[in-house]
């Protein structure tokens, strides 16, 4: 069973940092592809970046140029570094697989970021 659970969100102060983790189990890491989204209240849960298996990464313009999407296979684990918060980062940031071998994608509980102005 794939398990993602995501850790390091918190409260900060806009131009400040955080790195969020997501450790992952139940399936081969390596062979996955991850990404992070995030969903602002009221609003649609979107992609932040995406890391594939051959490192790869994609981000959403709002983002691109202060975070930094990376991963750990021999940790099972996929970090997002963000700095440079802006207020608009709030959100509940959520990491999610793809298991190419099933073809079925797997959630996180999701963390909190907020970033005061």
């Known amino acids: 069973q794939v398990q993602l659970v995501e850790s390091g969100g918190g409260l900060v102060q806009a131009g400040g940092s955080l790195r969020l983790s997501c450790a992952a189990s139940?399936?081969?890491?390596?062979?996955?592809?991850m990404a992070w989204y995030r969903q602002a209240p009221g609003k649609q849960r979107e992609l932040v970046a995406r890391i594939t298996i051959g490192f790869s990464t994609i981000y959403a313009d709002s983002v691109r140029g202060r975070f930094t999407i990376s991963r750990d296979n021999a940790r099972n684990t996929l970090y997002l570094q963000m700095n440079s918060l802006k207020p608009e980062d709030t959100g509940i940031y959520y990491c999610?697989?793809?298991?190419?071998?099933?073809?079925?994608?797997?959630w996180g509980q999701g963390t909190q970021v907020t970033v005061s102005s």
């Open positions: 999610k697989t793809h298991v190419a071998t099933s073809g079925a994608d797997y």
């Open positions: 139940g399936s081969t890491f390596s062979r996955n592809v």
